[in-house]
């Protein structure tokens, strides 16, 4: 279980090919978040004591964080880990609660992620199962990166090196984790200047016509749809997603003609296309492996052209936002050997692929 945790929250913040829009940090804010990390127990492996020779382990935490301004802030963790010692393998259970503070740079930023650096002091509690038991006093430094990835949520990794304070040997930590936030704080938006006259200056209150934060002469998008996250200029905050729809076809043995069956699935195809204006659909002919391989070819074709005449002839579709190909015999998704694998390799695979913009609500 203790795996499963970690190599959740890790996955959710570090694994490649996994992409988050970049949020720009609050400037000051209150949080609360889980954390999983692995601690490297290896300097106190020659201690005597069976609490201070720990093997290494993964442990769970739940942390507590408050963002006083953009370059300062204080942590709290308590952390829980069921190690064993090396000696003798006996079950522990360690309690450990963390307190200290981080530093910020206010602008500086790695791709979209700000680092931080942090000292504090831990209080841990080690009970061994056998009997016995211990408490530690030591201190931390810790240093890693934060992004916002959405509005109300930070993702985080790091690294600290825990120094017990009796025994002066050192233990690392790799960890990882997401927070909430709330009670958040951003910059106001500017007054306008009064004009030097003879006479007092009456300025105007500032106007925000569509309710977005963002007063009127600021304002590069007004109309902002109610309860949109804008930007600084008042423009919507938008989010592009992938659009992908797969459809097959069965085809009878050396025909072409789409049976009615079918018309209900293609009818589905059809409405996301006619949804999404931008997204284009890929027919894909597939054949059996009975006859020659360029009759195949061929009638892979057929098979294809007779979808796309159905998605134009019966649900409206352009020609121009659809794409086929013949693939003959080359791409079987079963066996040639039965009747059953050849009915199913006889087919037509159609893919609709596309994005679309939607607008971050708050």
């Not at 504090?120 to 199962?129: L, M, N, Q, R």
């Not at 007063?215 to 930007?231: E, H, K, R």
Request: one cysteine or more; glycine letters at 10%.
């Amino acid at each position: 279980m203790r795996k499963t945790y970690l190599a959740a929250v890790c996955a959710a913040t570090l694994i490649p090919g996994v992409t988050f829009g970049a949020e720009n940090f609050p400037l000051g804010y209150t949080s609360i978040g889980v954390e999983g990390s692995y601690v490297d127990a290896g300097n106190s492996r020659n201690k005597s004591a069976v609490q201070d020779n720990l093997s290494n382990f993964y442990q769970g935490g739940i942390n507590l964080t408050h963002q006083f301004n953009p370059n300062w802030g204080l942590f709290g963790q308590v952390g829980y880990a069921e190690p064993e010692t090396r000696n003798g393998n006996l079950d522990t259970e360690l309690l450990q609660y963390s307190l200290g503070g981080r530093l910020h740079p206010a602008k500086f930023r790695l791709a979209g992620w700000r680092p931080f650096g942090g000292l504090g002091y831990s209080y841990t509690d080690i009970d061994v199962d056998a009997g016995g038991s211990k408490n530690e006093d030591s201190i931390y430094l810790e240093g890693g990166l934060q992004r916002m990835v959405a509005p109300r949520f930070m993702i985080e990794a790091g690294v600290r090196a825990r120094t017990e304070l009796e025994e002066g040997y050192v233990d690392g930590q790799y960890f990882a984790g997401v927070h909430y936030l709330f009670n958040r704080k951003f910059p106001a938006a500017p007054k306008p200047m009064a004009v030097a006259t003879r006479e007092p200056a009456v300025v105007p209150p500032p106007v925000d016509t569509d309710g977005d934060g963002v007063i009127d002469q600021l304002d590069q998008c007004p109309n902002t749809p109610q309860g949109a996250l804008v930007d600084s200029k008042g423009c919507p905050k938008e989010l592009t997603k992938e659009i992908r729809e797969t459809l097959y076809v069965e085809f009878e043995l050396d025909k072409t003609e789409v049976r009615p069956q079918f018309f209900p699935e293609i009818g589905k195809l059809a409405t996301v296309l006619k949804q999404y204006s931008n997204s284009t659909i890929l027919l894909e002919g597939h054949t059996d492996s009975t006859g020659s391989a360029s009759y195949n070819q061929k009638l892979s074709q057929s098979r294809a052209d007779a979808v796309m005449k159905v998605l134009i002839n019966e649900f409206g579709i352009a020609k121009q936002r659809i794409t086929t190909t013949g693939m003959g015999e080359s791409q079987p998704i079963a066996t040639n050997d039965t009747a059953e694998g050849r009915a199913q390799n006889r087919r037509v695979e159609a893919i609709v692929s596309g994005e679309y913009s939607e607008i971050i609500k708050k």
